[in-house]
């Protein structure tokens, strides 16, 4: 029983390490339209960007996906 505790308690510390270490290494992204940089926490304006990713610029308003680039509408 202690075994079991003991490897997912490793296991659950090696899951929120990863996941800190993916969210400080992500690159900023930047708004095709006007090349303004996007806030690092985002705030999702609808429910395909809260589901799938992706931006509303600051700058200029632009829907952007994920990565940046401006999305077809």
């Not at 429910?47 to 200029?60: F, N, P, R």
């Amino acid at each position: 029983m202690d075994g079991a505790i003991t490897g997912l308690i490793i296991g659950a510390v090696l899951t929120v390490l990863i996941l800190v270490w993916m969210m400080l290494s992500r690159k900023p992204v930047k708004c095709a339209a006007c090349g303004r940089e996007q806030p690092a926490v985002r705030t999702p304006k609808n429910a395909q960007q809260a589901m799938w990713g992706g931006y509303t610029c600051v700058g200029c308003g632009a829907e952007l996906d994920a990565k940046g680039a401006l999305k077809k509408s």
